[in-house]
């Protein structure tokens, strides 16, 4: 299930020409329900930052089973102070049509403070949630500031309607600090908290109160001028209408060199809490596989 609200520290790259390029991404998730999810696209971007986008989806679990596609157009744009990345389009699952998009919008204020606003609206991606049409509509804020060269955090707040008469309040936090620089390497601490004003809907996994804090460590680096390597890890404590469980979080990821004209991505994640929808922990295990690549002419 699609993640929102997740930010990090934001890295404005130097103004770059956009060449015409095609594009292609995977995606495929299990939980220890069995419930599993996998997504294609092929894209198309021109060299004004628009394109098009396309591909199947496929959902599945033990005696039940759904199918779609999804067309959407794109918009990227980056420069010194700005970063733009948008889509916008329709997907159709299991007879339902759903309209679908998101926008990530962040601005330099200063040398140390970026603003912005993330907008998602999509499908809820379970069971239910297909079976009954349910969607939402999500808007954060968004705000990184860097206290030192060492130490920033990253503050996201906002709110998600579901269609199903429910309303979530979200805040969420990252304090980031710096351990080693030619490693990449990050001590971090992330909170999230929200409630549903309409709680314990059949649709999706949804407490009247959760409350997480985890720490962890973060590192990205070059391999051998070859390519880049990128791994986290965190444990924490979660918090679900006064009880509590442990919950944990790793990944690792393989990518290009940024230089590199053709940009390509792997990576693997493993948690006991799904994103957005769920947050079940003790036995319930969630892993997701993403590979995209990006090839400009």
């Given at each position: 299930m699609k993640t929102y609200f997740l930010f990090a520290v934001v890295a404005f790259s130097g103004s770059l020409a956009q060449a015409q390029s095609v594009s292609g991404g995977f995606f495929a998730s299990h939980d220890s329900d069995g419930f599993r999810e996998s997504k294609q696209t092929l894209g198309y971007a021109g060299t004004s930052g628009w394109g098009l986008r396309a591909g199947p989806l496929r959902y599945t679990a033990p005696g039940w089973s759904a199918s779609g596609s999804v067309l959407a157009g794109t918009y990227k744009s980056t420069n010194d102070n700005r970063t733009i990345d948008a889509n916008l389009g329709a997907a159709r699952v299991s007879d339902t049509s759903y309209l679908v998009g998101g926008l990530d919008y962040m601005?330099?204020?200063?040398?140390?403070?970026?603003?912005?606003?993330?907008?998602?609206?999509?499908?809820?991606?379970?069971?239910?949630?297909?079976?009954?049409?349910?969607?939402?509509t999500a808007l954060a804020l968004v705000l990184d500031h860097a206290f030192s060269e060492r130490f920033?955090?990253?503050?996201?707040?906002?709110?998600?309607?579901?269609?199903?008469?429910?309303?979530?309040?979200?805040?969420?936090?990252?304090?980031?600090?710096?351990?080693?620089?030619?490693?990449?390497?990050?001590?971090y601490v992330k909170t999230r908290n929200y409630r549903n004003t309409n709680a314990y809907r059949a649709e999706y996994f949804s407490p009247e109160r959760l409350s997480e804090i985890s720490l962890g460590l973060s590192a990205r680096?070059?391999?051998?001028?070859?390519?880049v390597l990128s791994a986290s890890v965190d444990t924490g404590q979660q918090r679900i209408d006064g009880g509590s469980e442990p919950i944990w979080q790793g990944s690792v990821g393989f990518a290009s060199r940024r230089r590199n004209a053709v940009q390509w991505f792997v990576g693997l994640e493993a948690s006991n809490t799904a994103p957005l929808f769920a947050g079940q922990t003790g036995g319930y295990r969630y892993t997701s596989a993403t590979a995209r690549v990006n090839i400009p002419f």
């Amino acid at each position: 299930m699609k993640t929102y609200f997740l930010f990090a520290v934001v890295a404005f790259s130097g103004s770059l020409a956009q060449a015409q390029s095609v594009s292609g991404g995977f995606f495929a998730s299990h939980d220890s329900d069995g419930f599993r999810e996998s997504k294609q696209t092929l894209g198309y971007a021109g060299t004004s930052g628009w394109g098009l986008r396309a591909g199947p989806l496929r959902y599945t679990a033990p005696g039940w089973s759904a199918s779609g596609s999804v067309l959407a157009g794109t918009y990227k744009s980056t420069n010194d102070n700005r970063t733009i990345d948008a889509n916008l389009g329709a997907a159709r699952v299991s007879d339902t049509s759903y309209l679908v998009g998101g926008l990530d919008y962040m601005q330099r204020l200063s040398a140390s403070t970026s603003a912005g606003l993330s907008v998602e609206r999509d499908f809820v991606n379970s069971i239910r949630g297909i079976e009954n049409g349910t969607h939402f509509t999500a808007l954060a804020l968004v705000l990184d500031h860097a206290f030192s060269e060492r130490f920033n955090v990253g503050v996201a707040a906002g709110s998600a309607h579901f269609s199903n008469d429910n309303d979530r309040p979200i805040l969420r936090t990252r304090w980031n600090y710096s351990l080693d620089e030619r490693y990449g390497l990050n001590a971090y601490v992330k909170t999230r908290n929200y409630r549903n004003t309409n709680a314990y809907r059949a649709e999706y996994f949804s407490p009247e109160r959760l409350s997480e804090i985890s720490l962890g460590l973060s590192a990205r680096f070059e391999v051998a001028q070859a390519f880049v390597l990128s791994a986290s890890v965190d444990t924490g404590q979660q918090r679900i209408d006064g009880g509590s469980e442990p919950i944990w979080q790793g990944s690792v990821g393989f990518a290009s060199r940024r230089r590199n004209a053709v940009q390509w991505f792997v990576g693997l994640e493993a948690s006991n809490t799904a994103p957005l929808f769920a947050g079940q922990t003790g036995g319930y295990r969630y892993t997701s596989a993403t590979a995209r690549v990006n090839i400009p002419f």
